[in-house]
Nanobody, 122 residues
Framework: VQLQASGGGLVQAWGSRRLSCAAS????????IGWFRQAPGKEREGVSC????????WTVDSVKGRLTISRDNGKNTAYLQMRSLKPEDSAVYYC????????????????WGQGTLVTVSS
């Protein structure tokens, strides 16, 4: 089982970035996917999640309207499109998978990617 997060980097405030989460080794379309982030000195928090067949999503209020989750089951890949980025969005972003409902709890997820760092400069 492997989740590979990519797409992070340095971006200016109000810029955009798209993160990808490539999955292998399990039936991707049977799993909900979550995106989480962790800033230095802070706990890991749920950002957005999507059900296995794209019918249900949840996004934390602080990024709603700016960060959008999606998935392409044919490519075994999930995405996090980020727009109008703010310095407070700087963090390591992780994708995770669970065979169940799309939930925001860190402890709900079974498989985790290694994380990709997003740094937003002011």
């Amino acid at each position: 089982v492997q989740l590979q997060a990519s797409g992070g980097g340095l971006v200016q405030a109000w810029g955009s970035r798209r993160l990808s989460c490539a999955a292998s080794g399990f039936s991707f379309d049977d799993y909900a996917i979550g995106w989480f982030r962790q800033a230095p000195g802070k706990e890991r928090e749920g950002v957005s999640c999507i059900s296995s067949h794209d019918s249900n999503t949840w996004t934390v209020d602080s990024v709603k309207g700016r960060l959008t989750i999606s998935r392409d089951n044919g490519k075994n890949t999930a995405y996090l499109q980020m727009r109008s980025l703010k310095p407070e969005d700087s963090a390591v972003y992780y994708c995770a998978a669970q065979k169940g409902l799309a939930t925001k709890g860190v402890d709900d997820y079974d498989y985790w990617g290694q994380g990709t760092l997003v740094t937003v400069s002011s």
